[in-house]
């Protein structure tokens, strides 16, 4: 049936449907569940478009409303990616670092630690990153991002002298 799944000309027009309809339900369902949820996939859509300022904006806002949603977390560690994107890795890792701290984040302490080693590996920060990457390794070593953490251990090795 190609009302549950329509066909697209092209990806722009794809994501053109998508961000009319996203903007719609954002419309009709103001400070509703479906359209604090709408803004989130809403944002997704512009910042894929380059419309990174939309999307940080509308990120921002769903956060500072919904602190405790199920999906604050990846609005975070989406806010992080924009950041790292437009250069402010340094402000990245001022702001894991701080996270770190909060008793509040609402993103797990394994992302938050893995967010901070990779920021610090692109820093060029490699032992700061090591650093993280052990703990990460050590004290989550059920996280799904505990592998990866052990392989850029393996990659951070210092050479033999």
């Not at 369902?29 to 859509?45: D, F, I, M, T, W």
């Amino acid at each position: 049936d190609s009302a549950v799944a329509p066909t697209f000309p092209s990806e722009e027009a794809k994501r053109a449907r998508a961000t009319a309809l996203f903007e719609g339900v954002v419309q009709e369902h103001e400070g509703s569940p479906a359209g604090e949820v709408a803004k989130v996939y809403l944002a997704r859509l512009f910042f894929e478009e380059g419309r990174t300022e939309e999307a940080r904006e509308l990120w921002q806002q769903f956060l500072d409303e919904n602190p405790d949603h199920m999906l604050a977390a990846a609005v975070k560690l989406n806010l992080l990616d924009l950041e790292r994107a437009a250069g402010n890795t340094e402000a990245v890792v001022e702001d894991l670092r701080a996270s770190l701290e909060a008793e509040d984040s609402p993103v797990p302490t394994d992302a938050l630690l893995f967010e901070l080693a990779e920021s610090l590996e692109e820093l060029g920060r490699s032992e700061e990153a090591r650093t993280m990457y052990q703990r990460l390794a050590d004290e989550y070593p059920d996280s799904a991002y505990a592998g990866t953490a052990q392989q850029k251990l393996r990659d951070l090795e210092p050479a033999a002298a």
